[in-house]
Nanobody, 120 residues
Framework: QVQLVESGEGLVQPGGSLTLSCAAS????????MGWYRQAPGKQRELVAR???????NYADSVKGRFTISRDNAKNTVYLQMNSLKPEDTAVYYC??????????????WGQGTQVTVSS
């Protein structure tokens, strides 16, 4: 019902940059929060960054100062700008959104995942 489609997969050298995008569509009345999570092989999925409908942001300590999350509410799209990438950033990145449907039901949806590989 609420679908998130990600784009921006890529292979980047250490120190490079990459931007991920995630567009939500479907039965949406309001998106409250959007965020990015990542999961590296053998690791738990972890929160990378989150942004509220009002634009408040939170970042994992490991990415503060390097990553920037933003959103375009008119397009129901969230972005993750990643700079100064490190090999430790290599993971599958998933976007997430929660909010309310026109029927006043809560929803929480995930993107399909996109591989980010940082390697020389």
């Amino acid at each position: 019902q609420v679908q998130l489609v990600e784009s921006g997969e890529g292979l980047v050298q250490p120190g490079g940059s990459l931007t991920l995008s995630c567009a939500a569509s479907g039965s949406i009345f309001r998106i409250h929060n959007m965020g990015w999570y990542r999961q590296a092989p053998g690791k738990q999925r972890e929160l990378v960054a989150r942004i509220t409908s009002g634009g408040s942001t939170n970042y994992a300590d490991s990415v503060k100062g390097r990553f920037t999350i933003s959103r375009d509410n008119a397009k129901n799209t969230v972005y993750l700008q990643m700079n100064s990438l490190k090999p430790e950033d290599t993971a599958v990145y998933y976007c997430n959104a929660d909010g309310t449907t026109p029927q006043a039901r809560g929803f929480a949806s995930w993107g399909q995942g996109t591989q980010v590989t940082v390697s020389s």
